[in-house]
Every structure is written in structure tokens, then in C-alpha cells.
């Protein structure tokens, strides 16, 4: 899922958190930078991988207690 804003910004990782039972997620900006306009309307800062379906959602969760 790709996370997403206005161009022309600031960007703030807390602005942009990942859902907990996401298995991978990764930023395309550091804290500050200012986010560049590619198409003009809105510019992907991040993504992440999530699972899929209930069953997974709680497999990953119990992985990690």
C-alpha cells in the first residue's frame, strides 16, 4: 500500500505510520526532507507490505509476542 501526499512538503515520519501487522515498510524520504513533485498531485513518500486476509493478520501478530 503506498502512502501518499501533496508535493512541495516537508516530510515527517510520524505523519506517516505503518499499520501494525505489516511485514515490511519502507520510506522514500528522511525526517525534513522536502517532498518533490513527480506528477504534480500526489507524490508516494513510503510503502508498505501488509498481510493479507484475517488469519494472516493474527499469524503475524503472533509471531511477534
Known amino acids: 500500500?503506498?502512502?501518499q501526499t501533496s508535493p512541495d512538503r516537508k516530510f515527517h515520519e510520524k505523519n506517516f505510520p505503518a499499520?501494525?501487522?505489516v511485514y515490511y515498510h519502507e520510506y522514500r524520504y528522511k525526517?525534513?526532507?522536502s517532498i518533490q513533485p513527480i506528477n504534480?498531485?500526489?507524490e508516494v513518500v513510503g510503502y508498505?507490505?501488509?498481510a493479507y486476509g484475517q488469519?494472516?493478520?493474527q499469524e503475524h501478530k503472533d509471531r511477534e509476542v
Open 31 to 33: 525526517d525534513g526532507d
Open 48 to 50: 508498505y507490505v501488509r
Open 40 to 42: 504534480g498531485k500526489m
Open 55 to 57: 488469519q494472516r493478520a
Open 19 to 21: 499499520p501494525r501487522d
Open 1 to 3: 500500500i503506498f502512502q
